[in-house]
């Protein structure tokens, strides 16, 4: 439960971080809310020679109407997005979300940026960007670039983000309050869910996202798909566990997950008028 | 008017709410320099080879040791009837049993850099078969001391009667799990140790029993008892793990008199996980037998105890369980035997109820099967059967004599408080609709045995000059509110204000001699020694009095609203406690003191019955609790606020257990739970508000009428909230789901219960 030693340094602006993720390269971490970095750095699984700490950069904490969408700088911590009006009127389904993370101290520390970049198939926020059709602002050596939330989570543990790159922003389009359903299962109320589910309406559809059921957080693309047929919650949600490989643990088999994905996907759905 | 029964706050508070405690790890130590342990990553393997060259040689470190480096003697065996070959050495030596078990120990300037070096002491190992099971340890196939040529660490067995069942219409068993959980104490184990000008070993101990860690140094150590001196500062809890002393304990004292340097060491949370000890970890068959009309007539209950990897306080646990085998029930007949075996594990221990809250859950969980297979409501058996108030003292089939209680009262008050009968018309309407959402309601009738063990207790009350007074106790509280407490004691019998009196306790030097905090034994013998030395000064001042007065001793009365004596009959003259005080150093040249070193008078039997109301998602198996109504008699209570405190806790960790908490091992050994991300440590979030009540059936077994409340919460609660998601299930064909409840288990549980009844359909 002691790191071992490493380098710090306070960035004072997105670019000097920027600057030091490409002059160490893979030897750097960023360290924003440090609620997913340091329990592992902690428990010695990373070992990083040099953290740029970003957290001090309070201009990239924000929740901002941008008219189609609402913009979240990427330091801006779990309290303060469930409490931000911007986001409650806008993003409703987002501000909820962050409002159920951990506790109430992961929640005034953690970050959106944080957790987005860690990539925790397990975490809440990367199944309700998915199913917001989110868009994720990085900034690198030559600028900033979009990454759909639909890109964005490449593998276990692995996102779309260059080495030498910073997330700044996530993008959200809006949605109507009361328009999605979010349940989680978790044992006690500051775990990682066992599973997730989030569903939301919008003039394109309705997105599904599932927490947990796969080496990445994803989009039930097939329920999705048979609710623009005009399934019901119940037989949509049937399909909620097609193609998910949920890891086996004691908290829950693959086929006690895949289950409960498809419960809850139909409870969320039926909480969107599906 | 009298102080007790008061809910007087906490005296402890205003340090903890304001500035904070002072624990060992704070203690400031110039000089000092840390330990760290190497700890096995192997469950069972062979050491081959251990190389700590690079660690030593890197810069901070000051030395590093292994088990033949210190010298010292194998723990002994806690009891004479434990396998006398399964004693553990100070560090591993040759074989290491279960993860976490210390290897090596490493001296440095600083933690960081003990840390850093325990990674470079690179162990070679040899792995050996694992195992974890104790079922499977049973066997005999895989041994952890092949020397010892068995595993059975420990037995029990008086015996059996096969015609126990005989008469009876009725008979059900069952096998069940009590699960092995971690008491996880918000402090971990921890201390601090150095050698004074005076050559003496001062050592700093968070722990529930500093006389213990005294002896303990003292026996290891090869020193006198005058070289010792152990203190407390505010310990972070115990539940019980914290009342054994650890090897690395008396390693940190190895090191501070070999080093000659101020020497601490503070675990971790992941190495608190594996290497404070674990509790409960039984594996139980019991059989219930009786009439058809719900009376039980024979009851037998067979443990198979997991002492861990190797046999300490866990492995005799199964003695609590036998001695409450037949609960709160009049059954004629019961039987208790048990065999303790070790595993690959780490070694279990004293936590919050110690073998009792195990037999409570079997009898208990039993009763509501029985109920079932009769189909009778499992209040009104229960009713049927428990002891009736006129029949104590009540001696059971195992010999255990309860002192005086009224079981039907409690019993009767849970279920008013509940409002019973419109608990069960709401889950007979859910029932009905097919809710998904069922309801479950939950029984436990307990009845605990509490100071449980032999020793006495030493308490002493000195009056100051100034009128103030000094109470010495030999209890240890870490939580408890023994200040509050033994203050009010010392204000009832002297008429001095609490705010005046002084409790010492946790100084092996200003406390000569003590058994300390564990088994809920604090006040019904602690406080008992204490009220006693209040009693015995009282009459020391009369002596000083009638001497003052010149009057007759007889004569002379305590006027405890004004806190003088007087001559009968004349109070317009006085004399003040510190008056007396002063006549006493000028007549002896000492204070005026009292100490007593009260023997124990023998146990004492809390009781009660909670009613926990549990929701159960027949969908998800996550289960939510409702409500929880917890009637608890501790005998007379000296400050609900306090009785409270402990019922509350102890619900917690009660609830904890039926619904979430369990140590979780692989096939290799490795601990899956050693964080709190893994391991359910409940939350308040998890739990609902409490509906506490007492009643007060005074025990004549000592002076103050007191019982113990320290675990009845985590007693009684358990099995209520178990039976309760038991029973919300229960007409979906669920017989029966083991602890934990977790939302899979209860799925699965009726995932099974539907193919059965399906096949059955089918067939």
Redesign the interface.
Known sequence: MIPASFDYVRAATVEEAIDLLVQHGDDAKLLAGGHSLLPLMKMRLAQPALLVDIAPLRALSYVRDEHDHVAVGALTRHHDLANSPVAISGASVLAHVAGQIGDPQVRHRGTIGGSIAHGDPASDLPAVLLALGATMVAQGPTGRREISAADFFVSFFEVALAPDEVLVEVRVPKSSPGQWGFEKLTKRAQDWAIVGAVAVRSSSGVGVGLINMGPVPLRASGVEAAIASGKDAKEAAELASEGTEPSADFNGSLEYRQHVARVLVRRALEKVGV | MSILGNRVLRREDPKFLTVGGTYVADLELPGSVHVTFVRSNMAHAKIVSVDSSRAKAMPGVIDVFSNDDLGLANFPTIMEMTNAAMTPPMLASGTVRFVGEPIVVIVAET??AA??AA?LVVIDYEPLPVVIDPVEARKDEILLFPEAGTNVAFTLDFGGDDTLFDACEVVVELTLANQRVAPCPLEGRSAAAHMTADGRLEFSSATQAPHGVRDALVSFLGLEPEQVHVVTPDVGGGFGAKASVYQEDIVVGWCALRLGRPVRWTE????SMVGLGHGRAQVQHARIGGTRDGIVQAYRLDVLQDSGAYPGFGAVLPFMTRTMTSGPYKIARAECASVSVVTNSTTTTAYRGAGRPEATAAIERMMDVFAREIEMDPAELRRRNLISKDEFPYTTPVETVYDVGDYHRALDLALEVADYEQLRTEQSRRRLSGDVRQLGIGLSCYVEITNGLPDGEFGAVEIRPDGKVIVRTGTSPHGQGHVTAWSMLVAEQLGIAIEDIEVIYGDTDVVPRGAGTMGSRSLQIGGAAVNQAALDVIEKAKDLAADLFEADRGDVVLDKASASFHVVGSPAVSHSWAELAAAALAKDGGPLFAEVDLASPGPTFPFGTHVSVVEVDT??G?VTVLRHIAVDDAGRIVNPLLAEGQVHGGIAQGVAQAL?EEV?YDLDGNP?TS?L?DY?F??A??LPSYETRFTETPTPVNALGAKGIGESGTIGSTPAVHNAVCDALAHLGVRHVDMPT???RV??AIEEAAARTNAKGQG
């Open positions: 933690r960081e840390a850093d990674e971790t949370r992941s190495e969908e998800t996550k979430l979780v899956l964080t991300a359910s409940i939350s979030a998890e977790t939302p899979m799925w699965s």
